[in-house]
């Protein structure tokens, strides 16, 4: 029982860490990277399709990425969808491909982005809290049930605590990564 129970809060632990590196992936950092277009959706006959299932997307150097629509006539459907995705990206038809520039972040709006990607740190360091809380009150409920003993509770907390702070320390790594690259010009 007391396995189990580490094992479910450790997985949903590691399930918050990942969906914090999602959530920083789509903050916008100077560089181009192919992941802040993941999330577009393109009209395709009728129905919204992420646009990496109707399109080539790459990189075609450090700051513009590349659209190739396997389909010429979705060109203009993919450039009016990033445009109008809110990303602050002004995409630009040429030929058969789509060029998106990466535009240089200004210093306010660095500082903007580093107040957002805290925020989502801080607010996955209270999901693993939660879940440590959680699982120390399932803890509680066996020993009350007569299930465990006191000891065996006390050293499954010490586990579970071990394991909390190993992955808030995650957190604050992948935040300090972030802000570096954030801060980079």
Do not use: C, F
């Amino acid at each position: 029982m007391i396995a189990e129970l580490k094992k479910n809060t450790e997985q949903k632990m590691l399930k918050s860490l990942e969906s914090l590196k999602s959530d920083l992936g789509k903050v916008r950092t100077g560089r181009a990277h192919t992941g802040i277009l993941d999330h577009i959706q393109v009209e395709y006959y009728g129905s919204p399709v992420p646009l990496s299932q109707i399109a080539n997307v790459s990189l075609i150097d450090a700051r513009t990425i590349s659209v190739q629509p396997w389909e010429k006539s979705m060109l203009a459907k993919v450039e009016k969808a990033i445009r109008d995705a809110d990303l602050g990206l002004n995409p630009s038809a040429m030929g058969e491909l789509v060029r998106v520039p990466m535009p240089a972040l200004t210093e306010e709006r660095r500082k903007e982005l580093i107040k957002l990607v805290r925020s989502e740190a801080e607010n996955s360091r209270i999901a693993v809290r939660n879940l440590r809380r959680d699982a120390n009150n399932q803890l509680k409920e066996a020993v009350k049930s007569k299930e465990i003993s006191e000891d065996e509770e006390r050293r499954a907390q010490d586990d579970i605590q071990k394991l909390t702070d190993r992955n808030i320390a995650e957190v604050d790594k992948i935040l300090a990564q972030k802000e570096q690259d954030l801060m980079q010009i």
